[in-house]
């Protein structure tokens, strides 16, 4: 079974950083990509960031320049490290792991940005 466990989330000021972290366990066919989105209260899921095998990452416009993903190495783990924050940025966050035909969540990790 495929678990994708994450980690890193917590209470910091505006302006402070924190890194998030996924891990996925299990037996995985072939990630094609891994992400993070996430859901604030009465808000639809939004994608934040996303890595695919082969590097490539895409951002979406209200974190570029402040959050950076990495990772997808053969222990198919990836970070989230997140700069300058903002009350705005108070969330779920949630990993994202995709393999041909299907995709994987994980829990979800509180992040909350004081102002």
């Known amino acids: 079974q495929v678990q994708l466990v994450e980690s890193g989330g917590g209470l910091v000021q505006a302006g402070g950083s924190l890194r998030l972290s996924c891990a996925v366990s299990g037996s995985i066919f072939k990630i094609n990509a891994m992400g993070w989105y996430r859901q604030a209260p009465g808000k639809q899921r939004e994608l934040v960031a996303r890595?695919?095998?082969?590097?490539?990452?895409n951002y979406a416009d209200f974190v570029k320049g402040r959050f950076t993903i990495s990772g997808i190495n053969a222990k198919n783990t990836v970070y989230l490290q997140m700069i300058s924050l903002t009350p705005e940025d108070t969330a779920v966050y949630y990993c994202?792991?995709?393999?041909?035909?299907?995709?994987?969540w994980g829990q979800g990790t509180q992040v909350t940005v004081s102002s």
């Open positions: 994202n792991a995709q393999e041909p035909g299907t995709q994987y």
């Open positions: 890595i695919s095998s082969g590097g490539t990452t």
